[in-house]
């Protein structure tokens, strides 16, 4: 069964400071893989999705990930995040079997 | 469009009560799917719907019922509700399972 791994639960950072937030994946197939935020007492929205092409990927917001093949990754980056940026941020792999699996999720708190 | 809608967005009830929580989409997608999330844990599937006429359990089904009917709406039924069900439920859809899913606004429920 595929899995994903989120490396942090927590991840407290400065304004206009970098972040990255860390994701495996565990399929061994063709995979279909995304970042989902939610902000408090809301919905998932997109952020962004890599589904074949380019490794990096741009997303809304300012944020980007780079998709890994060998190390099976997809982190999330953000050069310079803003005090709006906290929130909750889900990785999610489509996998093989057209079936959305997440990550438990990590919480980014950006404080002033 | 209205994308995904769910109601109601608060539900308490009591032990061994039954309930049902509503979704409906109008981008006319074949695929549907019900979460639920609790803190810690992610996001997991308990059961989705790849058309009309068609549903299939996720990795958390028991305790829940679903039917799909026609394209737009799938409702989740709670046949006696358990505090372990204590939970916020998502409802989404997409074009197909694997691709990026849009998400309703949620349900909150308490069981007491």
């Known amino acids: 069964a595929q899995s994903v791994t989120q490396l942090d639960s927590q991840v407290p950072v400065f304004e206009e400071a970098p972040v990255e937030l860390r994701c495996n994946y565990s399929s061994s197939v063709s995979v279909y893989l995304f970042w989902y935020v939610q902000y408090p007492n809301q919905g998932l929205q997109l952020l962004l999705k890599?589904?074949?092409?380019?490794?990096l990927v741009k997303g809304i917001n300012g944020f980007e990930a780079e998709f890994n093949k060998s190390q099976t990754s997809f982190h999330l980056r953000k050069p310079s995040v803003h005090i709006s940026d906290t929130a909750e941020y889900f990785c999610a792999d489509g996998g093989s079997n057209y079936k959305l699996t997440f990550g438990k999720g990590t919480l980014l708190t950006v404080n002033p | 469009n209205a994308g995904v809608t769910q109601t109601p967005k608060f539900q308490v009830l009591k032990t061994g009560q039954s309930m049902t929580l509503q979704c409906a989409q109008d981008?006319?997608?074949?695929?549907m799917s019900w979460y639920r999330q609790d803190p810690g844990m992610g996001l997991r599937l308990i059961h989705y719907s790849v058309g009309a006429g068609i549903t299939d359990q996720g990795e958390v089904p028991n305790g829940y019922n679903v039917s799909r009917s026609t394209t737009e709406d799938f409702p989740l039924r709670l046949l006696s509700a358990a505090p372990s069900q204590t939970s916020v439920y998502f409802c989404a859809s997409s074009y197909e399972g694997g691709d990026e899913q849009f998400f309703g606004p949620g349900t909150r429920l308490t069981v007491l």
């Open positions: 890599y589904l074949s092409g380019s490794t």
């Open positions: 981008m006319n997608h074949e695929y």
